[in-house]
């Protein structure tokens, strides 16, 4: 209201200020296709369930594309095994015991993707988990 009374609206100035704030903003919001934006190509999954009973437990991993992974980690019968830069496709079968099951990843996928994951059958019972990375730059 201020403005009104001492007449700021009906400046050239002040109409020269608008005219080139809304020039700017235009130009602000323009697209520049040389800049780069950083790509997450990281993949990291823990897949993880426990099993009430004893069970085979076959742990999955593979990549199509450009995907690799650098360390592998799978769990049973309180144990880790650790595996670095495993050769894809991975599988490992392992008669486990009641009680918690992991498996664990950390990669890089760009153009492609990992899949990785684990099942379990024994006395009735199944488990199952599955993830997949995908990425297509």
């Known amino acids: 209201l201020i403005y009104k009374q001492l007449g700021i609206m009906k400046t050239p100035y002040f109409k020269l200020f608008i ?15 040389e800049i780069d934006i950083p790509v997450d190509n990281s993949c990291n999954v823990v897949l993880s369930e426990t099993a009430s009973v004893d069970m085979s437990v076959t742990f999955n991993a593979s990549a199509n594309g450009n995907g690799t992974i650098s360390s592998l980690s799978y769990t049973f019968n309180g144990n880790t095994e650790t595996l670095s830069n495993p050769a894809l496709p991975w599988s490992k079968t392992v008669d486990a015991l009641a009680g918690y099951i992991e498996l664990t990843i950390t990669g890089e996928v760009s153009d492609g993707d990992i899949t990785v994951s684990f099942t379990g059958d024994g006395a009735g019972e199944t488990i199952s988990q599955e993830h997949s990375c995908v990425n297509s730059n």
């Open 19 to 33: 005219l080139t704030l809304a020039f700017l903003s235009v130009i602000g919001c323009s697209t520049n296709d």
